[in-house]
Every structure is written in C-alpha cells, then in structure tokens.
C-alpha cells in the first residue's frame, strides 16, 4: 500500500511548501446539522474560517464552484466540461502538485481529492489532520487571502469513480457489488438504502474525524469484508463516503465509485429505505 499517494503529513508539507509547483488549498465545508437557524446565522462561514487563518499560500477551495447550482441536491457534481473549466480556473494545471485540506472532518478534504482525481489531477493529496495538525507540528499560519493565477487544464475523466442513483438501483439486484454507508451506525440503523452494510467512517479516522488512521489500523478495519467486484459508499451527501472509498484504494481495491448524490437524492427521489441493523 503506497499511503504517500494519497496522504501528505505536516512534516513533509513543511518541506516542500513555497515550492513553484505545489498548490495548497483549504477545502473546508461547514455543517449545521441539528442546530437552529438562530445558531447557524452565529456560525462563520468555511471562507470566514479560511480568512481567520490558513496554512501560508492556500488558496481556498470552494465546493459551490465545483458543484451543479441546477441541482436539486446539495454538492453533487458539476457537469464534466464545467469541472474541466473550473479546475483550471482556480490554477491547477495538469502538471500541479496539489495539496488539500480541511479544518474540521478529513472528509471535506477528501471530497476535494475525489472530485480532482475524477478529473485526471494525477498528483493531488490530502493533508492528513488537516489545519489543526499543521498547527500542532509548528507550521505559520496567515489571513491574507491567495489565489493561484488560471491554468491550463486538460481533464481525464474516470467515469468509474462516480456512482448514479440507477448504479445503485441496479446495485441491489448484484452480488458483485457491496453498497456501503459510511455514516456511524446509529444513523445507519435509523434509515439507509436497502442491502446496504455500514463501515462507519470512524473505523478510519481518530476520534476527531481529522486524521486518517495508520495503515494497519485501516487494514485491521477492513478485516472480515468480503470484497466482491466493485465497491460503492454513500452517506449523506457524497462527503464523508469519501473517506470510505479512499481507504478502500488504499488498501489496492481499484474498482472503488463514490454515490455522488447518496442520502439526500435518493430519499428526494423517493426510494426505499429500511431501518435497522
């Protein structure tokens, strides 16, 4: 399992910052579930908490850019030749090296990751624990906001990575497909796509939901799931089911599809849920 692939630690961020070629993006979201609209209106925004402060140099990755505003759910995913634009646009050419993290849950991060990698950015990786690790490890933190100058950017789109509603759908009547909901099991057990197991996404990350969790952890995580052929998670939103599918390639699954539009469309478009272990 080649880890640096996919995960950046502080100390090697460290090294390399301020290099020409390396890209650093805050790609925070903010959640309010559960809290009254008197709460959330005291809330900072992610971009307010990027301006408080960021790792030196980060541009801040705004999901809502790369999201379908004629959608009906909440950050499913542009249409291809948007995406394509847009990637280019926030300055990520097809030779960056790029860095993204979140302060806050690994998932916004590895969002990020997934949608670039879906794209084509080859050399995209997440800073594990994010904002607070940095900090934690001595790094400097600024408030002026940065942005990269626009690149050429030329997408090469993997299809497989994306799972639908009818992908699902179809899913169900397949053995050789696991669906797995990386909500925590309690949610899990009030509602959740019918078939479905649960591998909360809390197997892999420490108690903060920062920070990806040592190899072996991972792998003593997954022990005892029968793999078929293809793999596709869910949650809420398409966020934290992120954190699943990265896990999975980690571990070498290569045929590993996130549900773009997970609990939010399939409960809009009215399909089937159960409740339960």
């Keep these: ?18 290099q020409d ?35 030196p140099g980060a541009a801040f990755f705004d999901h809502e850019d790369f999201t379908d505003q004629e959608s009906d759910y909440d950050y499913m995913l542009a249409e291809d030749q948007l995406l394509e634009q847009t990637i280019g ?38 800073l594990n624990g994010g904002l607070n690790s940095w900090k934690a490890a001595g790094g400097a933190v600024e408030q002026e906001e940065r942005k990269y100058a626009p690149a050429a950017f030329k997408a090469a789109f993997k299809p497989e990575m994306i799972a639908s509603l009818a992908d699902v759908r179809a899913a169900q009547e397949d053995d050789a497909v696991r669906v797995e909901n990386s909500l925590p099991r309690d949610w899990h057990d009030q509602e959740h796509i019918p078939g ?15 920070v990806l969790k040592p190899d ?36 070498g699954k290569t045929n590993v599809a996130v549900y773009d539009g997970s609990l939010y469309e399939w409960k809009g478009e009215k399909q089937p849920l159960v409740k339960g272990k």
């Excluded at 090296?97 to 990786?125: C, D, K, M």
């Excluded at 479905?196 to 108690?207: G, I, N, V």
């Design 89 to 126: 646009r926030v300055g990520i050419a097809n030779t960056s090296e790029v860095v993204v993290y979140a302060i806050g849950p690994i998932a916004n991060a590895t969002r990020a990751w997934w949608l670039l990698r879906y794209a084509g950015v080859e050399n995209v990786r997440v």
């Design 1 to 18: 399992m080649n880890r640096s692939r996919f995960l950046i630690e502080p100390d090697e961020l460290m090294a390399i910052i301020g």
């Design 216 to 251: 072996e952890q991972i792998r003593a995580s997954l022990e005892g799931v029968e793999y078929p052929d293809r793999i596709i998670t869910y949650c809420g939103g398409g966020i934290a089911a992120t954190v699943n599918a990265m896990a999975h390639l980690m571990m």
């Design 21 to 55: 070629n390396v890209q650093i993006y805050d790609a925070s979201i903010m959640f309010y579930m559960g809290m009254s609209p008197e709460e959330i209106a005291k809330m900072p925004t992610a971009y307010a908490r990027y301006l408080h402060e960021h790792i």
């Design 196 to 210: 479905s197991a649960c591998l909360p996404l809390t197997a892999f990350t420490d108690e903060t939901w920062e």
